[in-house]
């Protein structure tokens, strides 16, 4: 069955250190790939896509993330947290469907 | 600019009374979707549509039918609710399929 992982579901980093978020899928094609956030109380928010061209893809609020196909990963990045990133992140993959997958999330707390 | 705006924000039900979650979107997207997050279950899928007068099954679909007759509202109804669809719903809307999808903020649902 087609899925989307999320390994991490909490982390912590100190305001500053660099972040690095896991997601792997399982599909057979390259999917077009995505990274929501989400702020308490709040709705989802895209912050980058990738459907094709360039692996690297970069995203508002600093953030980018790398397609790996040999991998079928999409992991997401950031050199330097802010404390206000602290939210719940969200990979999702669609591929020649009418509907995204979600993974289950990584909650980010940042320490001061 | 609105988006993509769900009304109620909040409600409280009993068991067995309906009710009708409205999502209103001002982008002409095709595309709209409900959702339900749960704890650690990231977002299921309810129903979606790809257009007006158009509805499909989800993930999740049972105990709960929608209504697409206008291309901007995409109408969320629980017939006889019960305590196992206490959640917070999210609507989200794209302009075709694949594409990013544009959240509300979200109705958080308690059914006692």
């Known amino acids: 069955a087609q899925s989307v992982t999320q390994p991490d579901i909490h982390i912590t980093v100190s305001e500053g250190a660099s972040l690095e978020l896991r997601c792997n899928y399982s599909?057979?094609?390259?999917?077009?790939l995505f990274w929501y956030v989400q702020s308490p109380g709040q709705g989802l928010q895209l912050l980058l896509k990738?459907?094709?061209?360039?692996?690297l893809v970069q995203g508002i609020k600093g953030f980018e993330a790398e397609f790996k196909r040999s991998q079928s990963s999409f992991n997401l990045r950031k050199p330097s947290v802010h404390w206000s990133d602290a939210a719940e992140y969200f990979c999702a993959v669609a591929i020649n469907t009418d509907k995204l997958i979600f993974g289950t999330g990584t909650r980010l707390q940042v320490f001061p | 600019n609105a988006g993509v705006t769900q009304t109620p924000k909040f409600r409280v039900l009993k068991t067995g009374q309906s009710m009708t979650l409205l999502c209103a979107q001002d982008?002409?997207?095709?595309?709209m979707y409900w959702y339900r997050q749960d704890p650690g279950m990231g977002l299921r899928l309810i129903h979606y549509s790809v257009g007006e007068g158009t509805t499909a099954k989800g993930e999740v679909p049972d105990g709960y039918n929608v209504s697409r007759l206008k291309k901007q509202n995409f109408l969320l109804g629980l017939e006889s609710a019960a305590p196992s669809q206490t959640s917070v719903y999210f609507c989200?809307?794209?302009?075709?399929?694949?594409?990013?999808?544009?959240f509300g903020d979200g109705t958080r649902l308690s059914i006692l």
């Open positions: 990738y459907f094709s061209g360039d692996t």
């Open positions: 599909y057979g094609a390259t999917p077009y």
């Open positions: 982008m002409n997207h095709e595309y």
């Open positions: 989200a809307s794209s302009l075709v399929s694949n594409q990013p999808q544009h």
